[in-house]
């Protein structure tokens, strides 16, 4: 799979089911500060992880990263 196709269903997941805006999905957005990412957002984008990607991410390892761009290279290099 490519950054692009990443990128794309990660951001696609964002808006259809976390309401975020397209406008504010930039590879530097901050996902807490720019994005408002809470707790129970980070649980559901583990869980689209889980399912759309093959593999479930480490306990808390969403709520770590800082921007988007962390979450599409870290998507990246767990793939299966």
Do not use: H, W
């Amino acid at each position: 799979m490519t950054q692009q196709e990443i990128q794309s269903q990660v951001n696609a997941f964002l808006v259809d089911r976390l309401g975020y805006e397209l406008s504010m999905l930039t590879p530097e957005a901050e996902l807490k500060r720019d994005l408002g990412m809470t707790s129970l957002d980070a649980v559901e984008t583990t869980i689209f992880i889980k399912y759309s990607f093959g593999f479930l991410p480490e306990r808390n390892a969403i709520k770590m990263l800082v921007t988007l761009q962390d979450l599409y290279d870290y998507i990246g290099k767990n793939i299966c």
